[in-house]
Each structure stands twice: as structure tokens, then as C-alpha cells.
């Protein structure tokens, strides 16, 4: 059964930057390689947002909201997907949480995904 497990996530002060993981375990590789994924996240009180998308071709696509700060990247060799943060602000507290493939097959409207922990990214001074 596959699963995501994300990690990487602390207090940081404003203006740091922090690498997420999301280890995908139960999939193989060839088919990790298929998986559309994305990160999330979800701050205290506010509805989960999508916040960066990457496709089994490579291409990206992300919230305007963290655009020039955030890049998404995977390493299939590893089925891990990553998410590099700089330039992190308050507003981006929140839990962080990866998803796709066949645990959500529709990345943005989030339609029966099943979700894992998440791990909790903490902006403050």
C-alpha cells in the first residue's frame, strides 16, 4: 500500500528557508515515476491549499502566493519528492503535506485524497 511520508519541517525565523521531503514507500518505481504529486499545506483556521504541483514530465506549477520563493523537485531514483522554501514569511505557518498519485488523483480540487500526517512548518520570530 502506498504511503507519503513528509518530514523536514521546524520553526525557522523569517527571511530562512527550510527542504521538505515526501518518501513515498509502497510504490514501486516505475510507477512512482507516473505519480502527478503536490505539496500542501493547511494554516490554523483556513482551508488546505495547494501550493506547488510537479508532473511525471518535470513541469511545475505553483501558488501565486509562494512563486519565486518555493521550488518543488523529485528524485525518482529516491521516490521522494522535495520542497525547497526561502524567503519563508509568517503567513507560511502551517502543516505541509504531499499527495498524488493514487492517493489523490485530482491534485487540485483534492476530491477523495487520503492524507497522511503532515509536518509542520512554524514562521516566527
Known amino acids: 500500500q502506498v504511503q507519503f511520508v513528509e518530514s523536514g519541517g521546524a520553526l525557522v525565523q523569517p527571511g530562512g528557508s527550510l527542504r521538505l521531503s515526501c518518501a513515498a514507500s509502497?510504490?514501486?518505481?516505475?510507477?512512482?515515476?507516473?505519480?502527478?504529486m503536490g505539496w500542501y499545506r493547511q494554516a490554523p483556521g483556513k482551508q488546505r491549499e495547494l501550493v506547488a504541483t510537479?508532473?511525471?514530465?518535470?513541469?511545475?506549477n505553483y501558488a501565486d502566493s509562494v512563486k519565486g520563493r518555493f521550488t518543488i523537485s523529485r528524485d525518482n531514483a529516491k521516490n521522494t519528492v522535495y520542497l525547497q522554501m526561502n524567503k519563508l514569511e509568517p503567513e507560511d505557518t502551517a502543516v505541509y503535506y504531499c499527495n498524488g498519485g493514487p492517493l489523490c488523483r485530482s491534485l487540485a480540487s483534492m476530491s477523495n485524497c487520503r492524507w497522511g500526517q503532515g509536518t509542520q512548518v512554524t514562521v516566527s520570530s
Open positions: 510537479i508532473f511525471s514530465s518535470g513541469s511545475t
Open positions: 509502497g510504490a514501486s518505481r516505475s510507477h512512482f515515476i507516473t505519480y502527478h
